[in-house]
C-alpha cells in the first residue's frame, strides 16, 4: 500500500491519496506553502514498518528532526514536511495503512447452533408425519386380516385401538407443536448473529465452510482473517 501525502491546492489542508481515494486532514489553510501538492511517498513494508520518501528532491522532509530523502520510520517516529516544518499527523494517517482483515472464526458457532437446532426441528416434524401414518397402515392392515380369515375379527378392535391410541398421541403432538415459531425465531436471531464483526452485514444462509472459503466479506471489503 501506498499513500502520495501533499498540500491540497484548493483548501490548504493535507491530502492523502490512498488510490482512488482521497482524504483531507485538519483545518482550512492549515499546511503551509513550503509543503508540494505531491511531497512526500508512505509505503507500507509491513505492519510496523514504513518508508517515507520525498517526491522531488526539492521537497524537504524531516525524521526527528533530521532532513532525510527516504528513510524507513514507524509510528513512533516525528515527521515534519518543508522548511516550516509542518508537523505530519502521522498516527492518523496511518490509520489508513492497517490492513483490512476481519476475523469471522467466531461465526462458526452460529453457523452450528443454528443448523443442529433446525436439524432438531426437521427431525420432529418427520416423527410427526410419521405418527399420523401409523393409524391408517394399522387400520388397513386390520381390515386385510379381516378379509383374509375370519378368526381374526375378535382382534381387530385391538388394532382399531391401538391405531386410536397413536392417532391420538399424534395429534396431542401436532397441538403441542411449536416449531413453526421455533423455526422463525431461530431465523431471525441467525441473521442477527451471524453478520460480519466489522460492518455487521448478513453473511446470508451459507454454510459457513463454504462462507469461510470466501476471501473477504461483501459489505465491508475486509479479508477474512485464514
Ligand atoms: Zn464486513
Redesign the pocket.
Known amino acids: 500500500m501506498e499513500l502520495i501525502i501533499g498540500r491540497d491546492g484548493a483548501t490548504a489542508k493535507l491530502k492523502v491519496v490512498n488510490g482512488t481515494q482521497v482524504t483531507l486532514y485538519g483545518e482550512a489553510a492549515s499546511v503551509p506553502g513550503d509543503v508540494s501538492r505531491q511531497h512526500c511517498q508512505l509505503t507500507a513494508i509491513d505492519d510496523t514498518t514504513f518508508v517515507i520518501r520525498n517526491i522531488k528532491s526539492s521537497n524537504v522532509t524531516w525524521v526527528n528532526g533530521i532532513e532525510i530523502q527516504s528513510k524507513h520510520i514507524t509510528k513512533e517516529d516525528k515527521v515534519q514536511l518543508g522548511k516550516s516544518r509542518y508537523d505530519l499527523p502521522l498516527d492518523e494517517i496511518l490509520e489508513q495503512m492497517k490492513p483490512n482483515i ?1 476475523d469471522i472464526e467466531g461465526l462458526r458457532s452460529v453457523w452450528d447452533d443454528y443448523n443442529r437446532n433446525m436439524i432438531a426441528i426437521r427431525k420432529r416434524q418427520q416423527t410427526n408425519n410419521l405418527l399420523a401414518r401409523i393409524p391408517i397402515f394399522l387400520t388397513m392392515l386390520g381390515g386385510l386380516l379381516i378379509a383374509l380369515s375370519e378368526s381374526i375379527r375378535p382382534y381387530s378392535i385391538a388394532f382399531t385401538a391401538i391405531a386410536l391410541l397413536i392417532m391420538a398421541y399424534g395429534f396431542y403432538r401436532q397441538a403441542t407443536d411449536r416449531s413453526i415459531d421455533k423455526q422463525e425465531k431461530l431465523k431471525k436471531e441467525f441473521q442477527r448473529d451471524y453478520v ?6 448478513f453473511m446470508g444462509f451459507i454454510d459457513f465452510d463454504l462462507l469461510h472459503q470466501n476471501s473477504f ?6 479479508r477474512f482473517k485464514k
Open positions: 476481519v460480519c464483526p466489522k460492518c455487521g452485514r466479506c461483501p459489505g465491508c471489503k475486509a
